[in-house]
Nanobody
């Protein structure tokens, strides 16, 4: 089992920045990749970004490319999502997830999920 705890969400004005953190504990040695997904009210969950746990390869949705940066600290078992130039359409609950294999873009390929953290961007 892997436990994931997100933090760092909140209310920010458009154009502002936030950094989300996701601390992993448990059987983290089996982790292949860590990802961030988000779900806005009335919409389906969507992929935001992912990072290969050992190699550090990064993957982004087109909607956040150039604005968001995913990183990880292997020593702390923590993954971060730095979000800059935030827009109102970034408002959503953001979820951290851990995968032991499969596509980093597909939510069902992730085995463990955090509880989510709310990000609200006011225009």
């Amino acid at each position: 089992q892997v436990q994931l705890v997100e933090s760092g969400g909140g209310l920010v004005q458009a154009g502002g920045s936030l950094r989300l953190s996701c601390a992993a504990s448990g059987r983290t040695f089996s982790t292949y990749a860590m990802g961030w997904f988000r779900q806005a009210p009335g919409k389906e969950r969507e992929f935001v970004a992912a990072i290969h746990w050992s190699a550090g390869w990064q993957y982004y949705a087109d909607s956040v490319k150039g604005r968001f940066t995913i990183s990880r600290d292997n020593a702390k078992n923590t993954v971060y999502l730095q979000m800059n130039s935030l827009k109102s359409e970034d408002t959503a609950v953001y979820y951290c997830a851990a995968s032991s294999g499969g596509s980093v873009y597909i939510g069902r390929d992730y085995n463990y999920w955090g509880q989510g953290t709310q990000v609200t961007v006011s225009s």
